[in-house]
C-alpha cells in the first residue's frame, strides 16, 4: 500500500512538472504576447522583425481583397513576404499557439501617381480618372488630400471639381494643382448650337491669359507636334470654350511671299486665342484692324462692319498651327487659284462613297471643296460609326465656327476632297476617334 501511494506521488509530481512546464512554455510562446518590433517596405518585400524566436514561426501577408492566408517561415528574429502587387494588406505572425494579425503599424508605405499631369485644368461639374498605385498595411487606406474640397476633391481615384478657384491635392509625396473654372464648359456629348456669338471684350486679359493656358495645356495632354494635338486644339474652341466664334470673311488674301495683309482680320495665325488687346502687338499686318475676336471692324466683302472672327481656311489654319504645325497661313482648298493652299497638305484625294464608308478617314484630316466660289475648308473632329463630325467656320446658317454631323454615307455629297493627313502628322498623339 505504501508502494502505491509512492507511486502515485511521484505521478502527480511528474503531472505537476509537465503542467507547469507546459504552462510556462505556452505563456512564453504565446503568440499574441510576442512583441513586433518593426515593419519594413522596399522592393515589393515586406520584413517583419520581432524581439525573440520561438522554434518555428511563419509570417504571412494577405490582400484585403484575398481570402486565403500563405505564411513563410522566420528567418531568426525576421521574415520577408513579397507581394506581387499593389493593394491594401493585412500582415499576420503565427506559431504552434496560434494566428495573430499584426497592429499599430498601420501606414502607407508606398504610392505613385501614375497620371504624368500635375496641373488640372477643369470645369465646374467636370471630373478625370486618375491612375495611381499604393501599397498600405492595415486600417489605413490611400487617399487625396485637398487644401479645399470645396473647390476640388478625389474620391475613389475620380477628381471631382466643384465650384471656380485654385486648390493642391496632395498623393503622398506628390502635389497635384487643380484649377476650376466657369470660363470654360464641361466637355458636351453634342456641340451645342445655343451657345452665345462672342462678343467685343467679354473677357479681361487675365482671363484670356488662363484661357489661353488651358488651350495649351490641351494640346500639350493630346501630344503637340501630333495629329491628337491638331484634334484638341479644334474641339477645345468648339466644344469647351463657352462662345461661337463668327464667321469674318478676309479684308485681304495672302500672296507671294505670302505676306500676311489682313492678319487678325478672318484669320489668327498665332498661338493662343484672339481675346485681349494686347495680342495686337503680334499683328503685322492689318487692313482694317486689329480688333479680337467678336469685335466690330469693317469687312470689305461685306460692305459693312461685322464681327471678327475666321472664315473657314482661317480657323482650319489655326487649329493645325495650334496643334504643333506650321503650315503656312494658307487659303482654302481650291480657293483664290493661290499656286499654294490647304489642298497641298498631306495626300489629298478625290472623296467619294467608299472612302468615306471606309475606315480611312479620321480625326485631324482636313475636307474641301473646291469648285464653291473662294473653296472651303473644314476639319474632320469626331468619327464614330454612323457619323462624320466636321469643325468648321461657316457663312451660311449655322453661321461661324461649329461642328456639324454629317452622315458616312453623305459625306461626300457635301465635301468633295479628303486630306489624309498621317504622312504629314507622322505621329498620332493621344489620339481618340470621339472626344468622350
Same mark, same amino acid.
Not at 504565446?30 to 515586406?46: A, E, G, R, W
Not at 484649377?179 to 451645342?192: A, F, G, H, R, S
Not at 505670302?258 to 482680320?265: F, L, N, S, T, V
Given at each position: 500500500?505504501?508502494?502505491?501511494?509512492?507511486?502515485?506521488?511521484?505521478?502527480?509530481?511528474?503531472?505537476?512538472?509537465?503542467?507547469?512546464?507546459?504552462?510556462?512554455?505556452?505563456?512564453?510562446?504565446?503568440?499574441?504576447? $510576442?512583441?513586433? &518590433? @518593426?515593419?519594413?517596405?522596399?522592393?515589393? %518585400? #515586406?520584413?517583419? +522583425?520581432?524581439? !525573440?524566436?520561438?522554434?518555428?514561426?511563419?509570417?504571412?501577408?494577405?490582400?484585403?481583397?484575398?481570402?486565403?492566408?500563405?505564411?513563410?517561415?522566420?528567418?531568426?528574429?525576421?521574415?520577408?513576404?513579397?507581394?506581387?502587387?499593389?493593394?491594401?494588406?493585412?500582415?499576420?505572425?503565427?506559431?504552434?499557439?496560434?494566428?495573430?494579425?499584426?497592429?499599430?503599424?498601420?501606414?502607407?508605405?508606398?504610392?505613385?501617381?501614375?497620371?504624368?499631369?500635375?496641373?488640372?485644368?477643369?470645369?465646374?461639374?467636370?471630373?478625370?480618372?486618375?491612375?495611381?498605385?499604393?501599397?498600405?498595411?492595415?486600417?489605413?487606406?490611400?487617399?487625396?488630400?485637398?487644401?479645399?474640397?470645396?473647390?476640388?476633391?478625389?474620391?475613389?481615384?475620380? $477628381?471631382?471639381? &466643384? @465650384?471656380?478657384?485654385?486648390?493642391?491635392? %496632395? #498623393?503622398?509625396? +506628390?502635389?497635384? !494643382?487643380?484649377?476650376?473654372?466657369?470660363?470654360?464648359?464641361?466637355?458636351?456629348?453634342?456641340?451645342?448650337?445655343?451657345?452665345?456669338?462672342?462678343?467685343?471684350?467679354?473677357?479681361?486679359?487675365?482671363?484670356?491669359?488662363?484661357?489661353?493656358?488651358?488651350?495649351?495645356?490641351?494640346?500639350?495632354?493630346?501630344?503637340?507636334?501630333?495629329?491628337?494635338?491638331?484634334?484638341?486644339?479644334?474641339?477645345?474652341?468648339?466644344?469647351?470654350?463657352?462662345?461661337?466664334?463668327?464667321?469674318?470673311?478676309?479684308?485681304?488674301?495672302?500672296?507671294?511671299?505670302?505676306?500676311?495683309?489682313?492678319?487678325?482680320?478672318?484669320?489668327?495665325?498665332?498661338?493662343?486665342?484672339?481675346?485681349?488687346?494686347?495680342?495686337?502687338?503680334?499683328?503685322?499686318?492689318?487692313?482694317?484692324?486689329?480688333?479680337?475676336?467678336?469685335?466690330?471692324?469693317?469687312?470689305?466683302?461685306?460692305?459693312?462692319?461685322?464681327?471678327?472672327?475666321?472664315?473657314?481656311?482661317?480657323?482650319?489654319?489655326?487649329?493645325?498651327?495650334?496643334?504643333?504645325?506650321?503650315?503656312?497661313?494658307?487659303?482654302?482648298?481650291?480657293?483664290?487659284?493661290?499656286?499654294?493652299?490647304?489642298?497641298?497638305?498631306?495626300?489629298?484625294?478625290?472623296?467619294?462613297?467608299?472612302?468615306?464608308?471606309?475606315?480611312?478617314?479620321?480625326?485631324?484630316?482636313?475636307?474641301?471643296?473646291?469648285?464653291?466660289?473662294?473653296?472651303?475648308?473644314?476639319?474632320?473632329?469626331?468619327?464614330?460609326?454612323?457619323?462624320?463630325?466636321?469643325?468648321?467656320?461657316?457663312?451660311?446658317?449655322?453661321?461661324?465656327?461649329?461642328?456639324?454631323?454629317?452622315?458616312?454615307?453623305?459625306?461626300?455629297?457635301?465635301?468633295?476632297?479628303?486630306?489624309?493627313?498621317?504622312?504629314?502628322?507622322?505621329?498620332?498623339?493621344?489620339?481618340?476617334?470621339?472626344?468622350?
Amino acid at each position: 500500500m505504501k508502494k502505491v501511494c509512492i507511486f502515485f506521488a511521484i505521478f502527480f509530481i511528474i503531472v505537476s512538472f509537465i503542467s507547469f512546464g507546459l504552462f510556462i512554455y505556452y505563456r512564453n510562446f504565446d503568440i499574441n504576447k $510576442l512583441v513586433v &518590433k @518593426s515593419v519594413n517596405y522596399s522592393n515589393n %518585400t #515586406f520584413t517583419i +522583425e520581432v524581439s !525573440d524566436y520561438y522554434g518555428d514561426m511563419y509570417c504571412g501577408v494577405k490582400s484585403k481583397t484575398a481570402d486565403d492566408l500563405v505564411m513563410n517561415s522566420f528567418n531568426g528574429n525576421t521574415c520577408e513576404y513579397k507581394i506581387t502587387k499593389p493593394g491594401n494588406y493585412d500582415l499576420y505572425i503565427e506559431n504552434e499557439t496560434g494566428t495573430r494579425k499584426i497592429s499599430g503599424f498601420d501606414k502607407v508605405y508606398s504610392s505613385v501617381l501614375k497620371t504624368k499631369k500635375r496641373k488640372f485644368y477643369l470645369a465646374k461639374g467636370d471630373s478625370v480618372k486618375l491612375s495611381y498605385s499604393y501599397v498600405s498595411v492595415g486600417d489605413s487606406s490611400m487617399y487625396f488630400k485637398s487644401n479645399n474640397k470645396k473647390i476640388a476633391y478625389v474620391n475613389n481615384g475620380v $477628381l471631382y471639381a &466643384k @465650384s471656380s478657384g485654385t486648390t493642391k491635392i %496632395t #498623393f503622398g509625396k +506628390e502635389i497635384i !494643382d487643380v484649377v476650376v473654372t466657369d470660363l470654360i464648359d464641361k466637355m458636351p456629348k453634342e456641340y451645342n448650337y445655343n451657345r452665345s456669338y462672342i462678343s467685343c471684350g467679354v473677357f479681361s486679359t487675365k482671363e484670356a491669359v488662363l484661357l489661353d493656358e488651358i488651350l495649351f495645356d490641351r494640346v500639350k495632354t493630346a501630344g503637340e507636334g501630333t495629329r491628337a494635338g491638331v484634334v484638341a486644339a479644334a474641339r477645345f474652341l468648339t466644344l469647351e470654350f463657352p462662345y461661337r466664334i463668327n464667321y469674318f470673311s478676309e479684308n485681304g488674301r495672302l500672296g507671294p511671299p505670302y505676306a500676311k495683309i489682313a492678319d487678325g482680320e478672318g484669320r489668327y495665325y498665332h498661338k493662343g486665342l484672339y481675346l485681349s488687346a494686347d495680342k495686337y502687338e503680334d499683328i503685322s499686318h492689318s487692313i482694317k484692324g486689329p480688333a479680337m475676336w467678336g469685335c466690330p471692324m469693317y469687312s470689305k466683302p461685306s460692305k459693312k462692319k461685322r464681327s471678327n472672327g475666321l472664315d473657314c481656311s482661317g480657323f482650319t489654319t489655326w487649329a493645325v498651327y495650334n496643334g504643333g504645325f506650321d503650315i503656312g497661313d494658307l487659303p482654302a482648298h481650291g480657293g483664290n487659284s493661290a499656286a499654294y493652299n490647304l489642298n497641298d497638305i498631306g495626300k489629298e484625294v478625290r472623296l467619294t462613297y467608299d472612302i468615306a464608308m471606309s475606315d480611312k478617314i479620321k480625326a485631324g484630316d482636313l475636307l474641301g471643296e473646291v469648285t464653291v466660289s473662294e473653296g472651303h475648308s473644314a476639319l474632320v473632329v469626331g468619327v464614330d460609326d454612323n457619323y462624320y463630325y466636321v469643325a468648321e467656320s461657316l457663312w451660311i446658317p449655322p453661321y461661324g465656327v461649329n461642328i456639324n454631323k454629317y452622315k458616312r454615307s453623305e459625306l461626300a455629297n457635301n465635301f468633295e476632297t479628303v486630306n489624309l493627313m498621317d504622312s504629314y502628322y507622322k505621329k498620332q498623339g493621344n489620339y481618340t476617334a470621339m472626344w468622350y
